[in-house]
């Protein structure tokens, strides 16, 4: 069968490095807000420390997020926020998940 | 999925309010407002030391709002996170309320301060349509239902002020005061509850 035949959108075109649901969540949270710090999104996520920062760099590597790290008097503050171009990927992948839902 | 996400964006927004500061900070603006008013009603003066003290007002205001942020920032990061809210040209509708908002808040100042007291009968009940207003907003963006209340108590004290004859600065300064009061005690109970909720995180680093 032809994917020309399909009769709904397909899946396989979402953003892939999106499509994972630690990822979206970051990327829920940072669409948000100006920013968030890694104990936030350690939180909201409920990941390991380290899973979070493999996301967070894949997410980084991919331009989709910026990180800033800096001091908050003696503690490291890991500052995240999302980038013009992670914004656009996050509405797009949206918008695909609500059409392949049978949503607006 | 969708509803998941809108959730997690929801749970961001409301969670510069878990921590009660927002609130402590509101109460204190307020109540500076209040004093202006009550200055305003005491001293005869001149437009122009009108337009000062108000300034003065707004300045004073705007310090205790960064040192809020500075407190929260230095409080709620080794406990729970932290997140900095969007800022007001980010968010365009944000910022067409707050120009709104000072404008009307602008405009008020100076017909109080051209008419003067008997002149304005309604300027309680003006004054807490406005605050109704803000914590109408307020409770829409966030979803927390407390700001609803806030915005009924302000608008049906306004309008009980107006109505038994105190709609001048006196009115306006006995709404102020007593909505910076209500601000401040839900302040105090969300920050006591905040306080009780989270730990302290000791000198680790937070990732690795």
């Given at each position: 069968?032809?994917?020309?035949?399909?009769?709904?959108?397909?899946?396989?075109?979402?953003?892939?490095?999106?499509?994972?649901?630690?990822?979206?969540?970051?990327?829920?949270?940072?669409?948000?807000?100006?920013?968030?710090?890694?104990?936030?999104?350690?939180?909201?996520?409920?990941?390991?420390?380290?899973?979070?920062?493999?996301?967070?760099?894949?997410?980084?590597?991919?331009?989709?997020?910026?990180?800033?790290?800096?001091?908050?008097?003696?503690?490291?503050?890991?500052?995240?926020?999302?980038?013009?171009?992670?914004?656009?990927?996050?509405?797009?992948?949206?918008?695909?998940?609500?059409?392949?839902?049978?949503?607006? | 999925?969708?509803?998941?996400?809108?959730?997690?964006?929801?749970?961001?927004?409301q969670?510069w309010f878990t921590?009660g500061?927002v609130e402590l900070?509101g109460g204190?603006?307020?109540?500076?407002?209040?004093?202006?008013?009550?200055?305003?009603?005491?001293?005869?003066?001149?437009?122009?030391?009108?337009?000062?003290?108000?300034?003065?007002?707004?300045?004073?205001?705007?310090?205790?709002?960064?040192?809020?942020?500075?407190?929260?920032?230095?409080?709620?990061?080794?406990?729970?996170?932290?997140?900095?809210?969007?800022?007001?040209?980010?968010?365009?509708?944000?910022?067409?309320?707050?120009?709104?908002?000072?404008?009307?808040?602008?405009?008020?100042?100076?017909?109080?301060?051209?008419?003067?007291?008997?002149?304005?009968?309604?300027?309680?009940?003006?004054?807490?349509?406005?605050?109704a207003?803000i914590f109408g907003m307020a409770g829409f963006e966030t979803g927390l239902v407390r700001f609803f209340y806030l915005s009924a108590f302000c608008?049906?004290?306004?309008?009980?002020?107006?109505?038994?004859?105190?709609?001048?600065?006196?009115?306006?300064?006995?709404?102020?005061?007593?909505t910076?009061?209500v601000v401040f005690s839900y302040g105090i109970i969300t920050r006591?509850y905040?306080?009780?909720?989270?730990?302290?995180?000791?000198?680790?680093?937070?990732?690795?």
């Open positions: 069968m032809s994917s020309e035949s399909a009769p709904f959108p397909s899946l396989t075109e979402v953003d892939r490095l999106i499509h994972e649901p630690s990822r979206s969540v970051i990327l829920a949270v940072l669409s948000a807000v100006h920013s968030a710090d890694f104990l936030y999104l350690l939180r909201e996520t409920s990941l390991t420390k380290g899973n979070l920062t493999v996301h967070l760099s894949k997410l980084e590597a991919a331009g989709y997020i910026k990180i800033e790290k800096t001091y908050r008097g003696k503690l490291p503050l890991t500052l995240c926020s999302i980038t013009p171009e992670g914004s656009k990927a996050f509405e797009n992948y949206r918008r695909q998940l609500r059409t392949f839902l049978g949503g607006k | 999925m969708d509803k998941n996400i809108q959730a997690t964006q929801k749970r961001a927004v969670y921590d500061l900070s204190v603006i307020l109540l500076i407002l209040a004093i202006y008013f009550v200055i305003t009603a005491l001293i005869p003066e001149t437009t122009w030391g009108t337009l000062s003290l108000f300034v003065t007002m707004f300045l004073i205001a705007y310090a205790v709002r960064w040192v809020m942020q500075r407190i929260r920032a230095r409080t709620t990061f080794p406990r729970t996170g932290y997140i900095a809210p969007k800022r007001s040209w980010e968010n365009r509708r944000l910022l067409i309320i707050c120009i709104v908002f000072s404008l009307a808040l602008l405009g008020l100042m100076f017909y109080l301060a051209l008419y003067h007291h008997g002149a304005v009968e309604w300027a309680s009940a003006l004054c807490g349509g406005i605050l207003l608008l049906l004290l306004g309008l009980v002020l107006s109505l038994g004859g105190l709609g001048n600065f006196w009115g306006v300064s006995i709404l102020t005061i007593s910076s009061l006591k905040y306080l009780r909720q989270s730990q302290k995180r000791g000198g680790m680093p937070d990732e690795q």
